[in-house]
Structures are given as structure tokens and as C-alpha cells.
């Protein structure tokens, strides 16, 4: 029985690769390796599926829409054991960490929740190995900006803390189906030490997002609309020489580490 291939929905914000012979492209810049385990996000009608499944690798992929699990599930069928279907949302999926392996993430995300699933990514970064999405350029232009760029944004920082990005492949509306009205980039996240910091996880992430939450002001003032006191921020930018009219998009990784470990946490 031949599997009928579904057609992207809008609701799932469904954008499918045109073509086979691009996903056997990108999956080749990802050099995969025999025994390597790609967690797919989004499988959708299979095309990167199978460019994966061409290689010693296994694949588990994760799919919200359930006429695509079935496509999938029938390739599955046939895969000798080596692919596995999961039907749920990533964004409620806890991928697997008991035996220690790490795994490399792979997916063609939704574009509409492109920046919540690369969050979700940063939630699971013990667990990567890398990570390859496509992605649209804003977003990718912002996973890239360095301290200094217009581009920078609350996700570069928290990208930038775990991993180093780099933009593999630019992409035309022409390689999707249907065709989106912007262009894409496929992106390669590679795991770094995060730099150290004495500061619970929860308040640096607070720091970070107060600091960029009124993008048109200052550091000192952006910070004081979040919650401190003028004071306490005063202090915490003298303690590690960031001028009180710096604005967020200026810093480096590691200074919003050394900030927030001078800034007081927050009372809820």
C-alpha cells in the first residue's frame, strides 16, 4: 500500500522542502556518522526523513500532525528498525536522556514558532551534539549577531551561551513548497562551555530578557523598568565596567554573566 503524502496545512505553519535532491544536500553538510541518532523536529511528508535514512543513522522523528505520523509510520515500516515516529507537539516532547548518548538535532522548523523551538533546544542543550534547523533569515541573522549588531536580540544571548552558530546554506522561497514570501537559511549550532557563572540559571535568563526588553534604552534604564532598583544597577555596572548608557545589543556573553552575577535576584 502506497502511503499518500498530506498537503501542508497553514495551521501547522508547514513549509516542506521542494525537492529530494536538496535534503540529500543538506543532510550531507551535516556529515553524519555511522551509529549517529538525528532527533528530527517536524518529519512532516518525509523528504528529509529519507535523505537521513540513507545513511548508518538512526532517526526519531517528531510530528504534531497526525496525517504526516502516518506517512512517516509507513517509511518507518521499511526502515530495518532505524526510524522511529513520535506523534506530539516538540514543544511538549522530553527527548530521551538516560543512556547518556547525545544526539543531533535536525528539522525544517515551523516558522511560526521558530524561536520557541530553538528555546526549547537551549532548555535541552546537555543532550546536542549540534543542531541543524531551518530556519527564516531574520531569525538566523539574529541566532548569528554578534555583540555590536543591530541584529543582536534576547535569543542571540541566549544561543550565544551554549552554542556558536553558523549559517551553512542560504535558501530562495523557491526551495519550499508552498513558497513562503521570505528566505530562509539552514544554520548549524555546534555546543561550546558555557562560561561560568555564580548566578542560578533562572536569574542570569531574567537578566538577560530585562535587559532586553525595552530595546530602545539604555542598560541602566531597560533593567530599571524590569524590576531594580536605579542603585542596585548602578553598583553591578561600575563592579564590571559597563557604562551606564551601554544597551544591551553591546555586550558579550560573559559580560551578561558577570552582570548578573552582581545584580541582585528579583523578589516574586
Known amino acids: 500500500m502506497i502511503a499518500i503524502v498530506p498537503v501542508p496545512l497553514r495551521r501547522f505553519s508547514q513549509n516542506w522542502l521542494a525537492n529530494d535532491e536538496l535534503a540529500v544536500a543538506l543532510v550531507r553538510s551535516m556529515k553524519p556518522r555511522s551509529g549517529d541518532h538525528f532527533l528530527e523536529i517536524g518529519g512532516g511528508e518525509g523528504r528529509m526523513t529519507r535523505a537521513l535514512l540513507q545513511h548508518d543513522v538512526r532517526v526519531t522523528t517528531i510530528e504534531v500532525d497526525k496525517r504526516c505520523c502516518e506517512t512517516l509510520e509507513a517509511l518507518a515500516r521499511n526502515s530495518a528498525g532505524k526510524l522511529?515516529?513520535?506523534?506530539?507537539?516538540?514543544?511538549?516532547?522530553?527527548?530521551?536522556?538516560?543512556?547518556?548518548?547525545?544526539?543531533?538535532?535536525?528539522?525544517?522548523?515551523?516558522?511560526?514558532?521558530?524561536?520557541?523551538?530553538?528555546?526549547?533546544?537551549?532548555?535541552?542543550?546537555?543532550?546536542?551534539?549540534?543542531?541543524?534547523?531551518m530556519v527564516p533569515m531574520d531569525i538566523a541573522k539574529r541566532i548569528l549577531a554578534a555583540a555590536g549588531s543591530s541584529e543582536r536580540a534576547l535569543l542571540?544571548?541566549?544561543?550565544?551561551?551554549?552554542?556558536?552558530?553558523k549559517m551553512l546554506r542560504r535558501l530562495g522561497p523557491g526551495a519550499f513548497r508552498p513558497e513562503p514570501k521570505?528566505?530562509?537559511?539552514?544554520?548549524?549550532?555546534?555546543?561550546?562551555?558555557?562560561?561560568?557563572?555564580?548566578?542560578?540559571?533562572?536569574h542570569w535568563e531574567t537578566v538577560v530578557q530585562g535587559s532586553f526588553a525595552h530595546r530602545r534604552k539604555t542598560l541602566l534604564n531597560s533593567l530599571r523598568q524590569s524590576g531594580w532598583q536605579r542603585d542596585e544597577?548602578?553598583?553591578?555596572?561600575?563592579?564590571?565596567?559597563?557604562?551606564?548608557?551601554?544597551?544591551?545589543?553591546?555586550?558579550?556573553?560573559?559580560?551578561f554573566a558577570r552582570l548578573a552575577e552582581e545584580l541582585p535576584e528579583l523578589v516574586q
Open 84 to 133: 522511529s515516529v513520535i506523534h506530539s507537539d516538540v514543544l511538549e516532547y522530553d527527548p530521551p536522556k538516560s543512556n547518556g548518548h547525545e544526539l543531533r538535532f535536525v528539522g525544517n522548523l515551523p516558522y511560526a514558532i521558530a524561536s520557541p523551538i530553538l528555546r526549547w533546544t537551549v532548555e535541552h542543550h546537555k543532550i546536542v551534539s549540534d543542531a541543524y534547523y
Open 156 to 165: 542571540s544571548v541566549l544561543i550565544g551561551w551554549f552554542f556558536d552558530g
Open 182 to 202: 521570505i528566505k530562509s537559511a539552514f544554520v548549524r549550532l555546534q555546543p561550546h562551555e558555557p562560561p561560568s557563572c555564580a548566578a542560578r540559571r533562572q
Open 233 to 255: 544597577i548602578e553598583r553591578a555596572l561600575a563592579a564590571v565596567d559597563i557604562d551606564i548608557s551601554t544597551r544591551a545589543e553591546s555586550l558579550k556573553v560573559i559580560q
